[in-house]
């Protein structure tokens, strides 16, 4: 009964390339989606998405959100070794229930 | 600012032992919550708490996981006793009051736990 689930679970590419991340959810009430980046230790965080079809972007990452298909990506563009790193989706439900549920990540390798 | 601080950064114990895991959270974040992270099962979210009240412990294993928020400014997550399956990293992050919608946690460095 996975509530979050992200795919591919592990991902190599060579620097420059462009990769898609995906994140689906099923969760009652709905609030908001995260994404993480960890590459030693701690997670950090990348982008909070609240609202469908509104993209998200930092520099050469972006992440738009689906509510009505219930999934999210995660694109980075020219990618670099430094993207090198697990990313993690994580999603909140409504009031009253405060934790994030994360899926297992995806472990993104860029090869030089 | 200083983030949220975690200590040990590492602890080698063996089966049997309590293990005490500590967690100074961001001041003014009101939220504070303890994950266990495993190659298996990713990040798990054990119990979290809201200015200081333990509001959701579900995902704490067994009995021998216990945690505690005294005040404000600390937090353990206790183990007794411990055993090898408990080998993990365990992160305590903090966040601000929910009414400003900003879910953002804000993580510990962790603590690698070896249970031998």
């Known amino acids: 009964e996975d509530k979050v689930v992200q795919s591919p679970l592990s991902l190599v590419v060579h620097e420059g390339d462009t990769v898609t991340l995906n994140c689906s959810y099923e969760v009652t009430n709905f609030r908001s989606l995260l994404w993480y980046k960890q590459e030693k230790k701690a997670p950090t965080f990348l982008f909070m998405l609240?609202?469908?079809?509104i993209e998200k972007k930092s520099g050469r990452l972006s992440s738009i959100l689906d509510k009505k298909e219930l999934f999210s990506i995660l694109n980075i563009t020219a990618t670099q070794t430094g993207d090198s790193a697990i990313y993690l989706c994580a999603v909140v439900e409504s009031f009253g229930n405060e934790k994030l549920t994360f899926g297992t990540g995806t472990r993104l390798t860029i090869i030089p | 600012d200083a983030g949220v601080i975690q200590s040990p950064r590492h602890e080698v114990t063996e089966m049997g032992q309590e293990v005490t895991l500590r967690c100074k959270p961001i001041s003014g974040h009101d939220y504070l919550f303890w994950y266990r992270q495993t190659m298996m099962r990713g990040l798990e979210l054990l119990i979290y708490f809201n200015n200081n009240v333990p509001i959701d412990d579900s995902g704490m294993p067994e009995d021998r996981f216990s945690a505690k928020m005294p005040n404000a400014s600390f937090s353990t997550l206790k183990i007794q006793p411990s055993e090898p399956r408990d080998s993990a990293v365990y992160f305590c992050?903090?966040?601000?009051?929910?009414?400003?919608?900003?879910?953002?946690?804000?993580f510990g460095s962790g603590t690698q736990l070896s249970v031998l």
């Open positions: 609240t609202s469908s079809g």
């Open positions: 992050a903090s966040s601000r009051p929910r009414d400003s919608l900003n879910e953002k946690l804000f």
